[in-house]
C-alpha cells in the first residue's frame, strides 16, 4: 500500500479551482443524498454488497479492515488519485473536471458489480461524491476519509441488522 501511495506521489495534478471545488459541503451532501436514495430502493443488494455482509458477519474485525480501511484507501488511490494524475492531470476548467468526475463514477460503479440500474446509480452517485470530494480539496484525505466514513455506515448497519 506505501509503495502504490509513493508511486502515486510521483505525478503531479493541477486542479484549478471551478464550480466543482468551491463548496466542501458539497460532497457530504451529495453522499447524504445518495445514502437517502438507498433507503427508498428495494432491498436486492449488489454482489459487491452480499460479499461485504457475508464477510462483517462471519469475521467482523477482519472485515472492519478490509472494507472501512484498505477498500477506502485502495480505491481512492485508484479512482480518484491515479486516474487523476495520469488521465486527467490537467483539471484547468469544469468541462475537464467533469469529464474526470464522470468517468471516475463510472468505473467506481462498474468495480462494484452492480447487478441493475438501480445499483448503477447509489455505485454512480457515491463515486461522484467522492469524486467531488477529491476535487474540492484537491487532494485523498477528504475523500479517502468520506468513503471509509460510508463504509464504515454500511458496516455498522450489517452489524446491528
Do not use: C
Not at 503531479?12 to 468551491?22: C, L, Q, T
Not at 474485525?61 to 486516474?83: P, Q
Request: proline share 4%; net charge positive; no cysteine.
Amino acid at each position: 500500500m506505501y509503495g502504490i501511495y509513493k508511486w502515486y506521489q510521483k505525478a503531479p495534478v493541477h486542479i484549478e479551482k471551478s464550480g466543482f471545488n468551491r463548496f466542501i459541503w458539497l460532497p457530504a451532501l451529495v453522499w447524504f443524498l445518495s445514502l437517502v436514495v438507498q433507503f427508498f430502493l428495494p432491498d436486492d443488494p449488489s454482489v459487491n454488497q452480499q460479499i461485504a455482509t457475508d464477510l462483517t458477519l462471519s469475521q467482523p474485525l477482519f472485515s472492519f479492515f478490509a472494507v472501512v480501511i484498505f477498500a477506502s484507501l485502495t480505491e481512492e488511490i485508484v479512482f480518484r488519485g491515479m486516474l487523476a494524475r495520469y488521465l486527467f492531470p490537467k483539471q484547468d476548467n469544469s468541462k475537464r473536471t467533469l469529464i474526470f468526475l464522470l468517468v471516475s463514477s463510472l468505473l467506481f460503479a462498474l468495480i462494484h458489480f452492480p447487478g441493475d440500474v438501480q445499483q448503477f446509480f447509489v455505485y454512480f452517485s457515491l463515486g461522484f461524491s467522492l469524486g467531488l470530494a477529491y476535487v474540492s480539496r484537491k487532494g485523498l484525505v477528504y475523500s479517502i476519509s468520506l468513503h471509509a466514513l460510508n463504509n464504515l455506515v454500511g458496516f455498522l448497519m450489517i452489524l446491528m441488522l
